[in-house]
């Protein structure tokens, strides 16, 4: 029966046709943002005066006004309720990798027998889930459950089918954060205040300087019946077995190839729901990997734009179930070739009263005016070095940050990033920075008169962001006028890198600050500079910036990052070179690390404590269920299937035996004509003993690791005991997968899960 399911459903799914999708009449800029509570929608549905302060808040980080809450709340009911809304929710990111919401109906009792639909101000900003039912790392015990989501105003509340979505932080009864969005929050506030005081040395008007981010979302799709006929797929989100198909993706006829048409239907009508939502989807394209795919938006400010990645990645898994497709957002659910990442885009930008300037971009040179041109070039390499200060000090925790047990399997495969973060800058930025820190300062140094200076850096032509990214094996490469962090997985939340990344900046961004003023304070003071502060003013940036240079040299690499020779040098460079998932979260808990969340006010060194702990506690419990898993495949499907074969294959020996040894054969050539099948017989005792052997040290392994006490150690023991484990059964899996007849096999085969579509 079992091998019948396999070849039902691969029948199944070569029959399936595109499902139609309802196209909008109108135009997608049209129906952008239906079901989101935009500031368009603020405008009709809030007073005047509401509708002012709710757009300081969004705009300028103005301090939300408790007592506009009424008001706002009555505004999104009298919407949401025109749009057919019944309940409401507050949406969260709790540490899951997830998002949860509890849905509430609007209805109350009038007192009268009757009910009345209510939703007050008090509703919309606060509600009250059981904190100890996510992970929270200890910080609530069962019995002290309650915890808050608080609403956060500067993302737009949002409709999914009947239902108001209000995205909200989670924090614990005592104050401390137990979702993504709290610290996230708290990151973006740090880096944009530090970012702020450092604009300010080379412009007067900055308001506030907003991060951005643009994630690029990668996945795989396969068909609904294939994705239920593979209980690994199933339960772990990947394959724990497979043998490559004699086809992947070597040919690259795949990347950028035409889209499949089942395909295009699901992008095509996640793309509509997706705008809806006010998600910018820019770009669909097949990836190198067959049946793998790329969604990327436009680029948003960070809050919203994760806000928007979590989101869409609920509606990814709704809308393929839809076209019958599973969507895979696993790391690496298949062997042998690529797995998935999300490549998070980062810039920081810097609000004037009347423009705005991307401050890792370079200025546009003005031959009219050299003080202009020399104070954005020196704005450029100011955050470009500061930014590397900051990749190079806490390399570690950034790691650290992106690391997980599925995205552990990505890294440093194919086109997966290293497990070392360093970072490429192409040639010509990589030439500035070293003719910056080789030169002599006086030589860097023109006084032009008491007012100012021209500072010879070499001009940086506008072709510099086509000069760049050209080395796919950098983590965390400068690609024109922003970075590119190609370590995040596919199924995390960017939140968790992002708040390791911002609070990075701000702390080096500030102690740049820090070190500035006090360098002109120490230059002021000499005859030469006491009638140009100006003049101070750089030579105290360009002594700093040297300084800095120097120091975050290290992470500056531009070769080849796959290489054993690059981990050797990386060692020496003083960068971390460890693998081991449970021993890379361990940055976390460093001394620099908690000096440095807690200096920006992101984290404390308890709400860091509680969120390793829920690492650990995550890494052992998926390792545990794959565990678990390949186990019962291994005895329940594969040994079965293995020796049934094998028992045909002892009948037909049998066989021979029986028609070659009579009067008219000889024996000799019945053992001659039976030779490959005994071969066989023999493989197949081999591996199935093999097997059940390694399973049995498998579920020892697993008891061994069990009744470790921490789980800090125990997540230690799961990776260096039960991970090689099941690397070894794996193994003989795939060597009797190539023997055992196709027609017995049970499980859909990579050339099916990656080529039926």
């Not at 029966?1 to 459903?9: C, D, G, I, S, W």
């Not at 360093?422 to 023109?446: A, R, V």
Request: with cysteine.
């Amino acid at each position: 029966m079992a091998n019948n399911l396999r070849f039902q459903v691969v029948a199944e799914a070569f029959k399936k046709k595109p499902v139609e999708v309802k196209v909008p009449s109108e135009r997608p800029s049209e129906y952008f943002g239906k079901y989101v509570f935009n500031k368009e929608k603020m405008y009709r549905y809030l007073p005047k005066d509401i509708y002012d302060k709710m757009t300081d808040v969004i705009d300028n980080g103005a301090r939300l006004d408790r007592s506009i809450a009424d008001a706002v709340a009555a505004g999104m009911k009298q919407w949401a309720m025109e749009m057919g809304v019944t309940h409401y929710t507050h949406w969260f990111q709790p540490l899951t990798e997830g998002t949860a919401e509890k849905h509430d109906a609007f209805v109350e009792h009038d007192g009268k027998g009757g009910m009345i639909e209510k939703f007050s101000g008090k509703l919309l900003v606060q509600q009250e889930p059981d904190a100890s039912s996510f992970p929270n790392g200890g910080i609530r015990n069962t019995f002290e459950a309650r915890g808050y989501s608080a609403w956060d105003p500067t993302s737009p509340v949002f409709i999914i089918d009947d239902t108001l979505c209000i995205p909200t932080i989670f924090i614990a009864y005592t104050g401390e954060a137990l979702d993504y969005k709290a610290p996230l929050l708290r990151a973006l506030h740090a880096v944009s205040k530090a970012a702020k005081d450092v604009c300010r040395l080379f412009y007067d008007d900055v308001t506030k300087v907003q991060v951005n981010l643009g994630w690029e979302q990668e996945y795989f799709l396969v068909d609904e019946g294939l994705y239920s006929a593979r209980p690994d797929l199933l339960m772990t989100g990947r394959t724990l077995m497979g043998h490559e198909s004699a086809k992947n993706q070597q040919m690259d006829d795949h990347y950028f190839g035409t889209i499949p048409d089942r395909v295009q239907a699901f992008m095509k009508d996640l793309e509509i729901q997706a705008l809806e939502l006010a998600i910018p989807c820019k770009t669909r394209h097949n990836e190198v990997a067959p049946n793998q795919f790329e969604l990327a938006p436009i680029f948003e400010e960070c809050n919203l734009a994760v806000d928007h990645n979590m989101l869409l990645m609920s509606l990814m898994k709704k809308v393929a179930r839809k076209h019958g497709f599973r969507v895979l957002l696993h790391e690496k659910p298949f062997d042998g070739i690529n797995g998935s990442g999300k490549h998070n885009n980062w810039s920081l930008t810097a609000m004037h009263n009347e423009k705005s300037t991307l401050l890792h971009a370079p200025g546009k040179n003005d031959p009219t005016d050299p003080n202009a041109t020399a104070n954005e070039n020196l704005r450029f390499v100011t955050f470009i070095v500061e930014t590397l200060m900051a990749v190079y000090k806490h390399n570690g925790l950034l790691k650290a940050s992106i690391m997980s047990a599925t995205n552990a399997h990505r890294l440093g495969g194919n086109e997966a990033p290293p497990s070392i973060i360093s970072s490429f800058l192409g040639t010509q930025l990589t030439e500035l920075l070293d003719h910056i820190e080789l030169s002599d300062k006086d030589d860097l140094l023109n006084l032009k008169s008491k007012q100012g200076m021209e500072i010879d850096i070499p001009q940086i032509p506008d072709l510099i962001v086509d000069n760049t990214d050209r080395n796919r094996t950098s983590p965390f490469a400068f690609t024109g006028n922003r970075f590119e962090f190609r370590a995040p997985g596919s199924s995390v939340n960017c939140a968790s890198a992002m708040i390791a990344l911002n609070s990075a900046v701000a702390e080096a961004l500030n102690s740049f600050k820090q070190r500035v003023d006090q360098r002109i304070a120490e230059i002021s003071t000499r005859e030469e500079f006491q009638k140009g502060q100006h003049t101070a003013k750089y030579h105290a940036i360009l002594d700093i910036l040297r300084e800095d240079i120097k120091t975050c040299k290290p992470v500056r690499f531009d070769g080849n990052g796959y290489s054993d020779e690059w981990v050797k040098e990386a060692a020496r460079r003083g960068l971390d070179v460890e693998k081991s998932c449970p021993v890379i979260f361990e940055h976390y808990l460093d001394e620099t690390s908690v000096k440095m969340f807690e200096s920006t006010k992101v984290m404390t060194a308890k709400e860091l404590e509680a969120r390793n702990e829920v690492k650990w506690e995550t890494y052992v419990k998926t390792v545990q269920i794959e565990a678990r898993v390949l186990g019962d495949l291994a005895m329940n499907h594969i040994i079965p299937v293995s020796t049934h074969y094998q028992s045909q294959l002892i009948k037909n020996v049998q066989g021979m035996k029986d028609i070659f040894s009579s009067a008219l054969f000889n024996t000799e050539k019945a053992t001659r004509l039976s030779a490959r099948n005994i071969k066989l017989i023999e493989e197949i005792a081999e591996r199935t003993e093999k097997i059940e052997q390694l399973v049995e040290e498998l579920t020892d392994a697993r008891r061994v690791a069990n009744r470790v006490e921490s789980i800090h150690q125990r997540a230690i023991q799961y990776h260096d005991t039960v991970c090689p484990k099941m690397e070894d059964i794996r193994r003989e899996i795939d060597k009797l997968e190539m023997i055992v007849e196709d027609g017995l096999w049970t499980l859909p085969k990579y050339r099916e899960l990656l080529f039926i579509r």
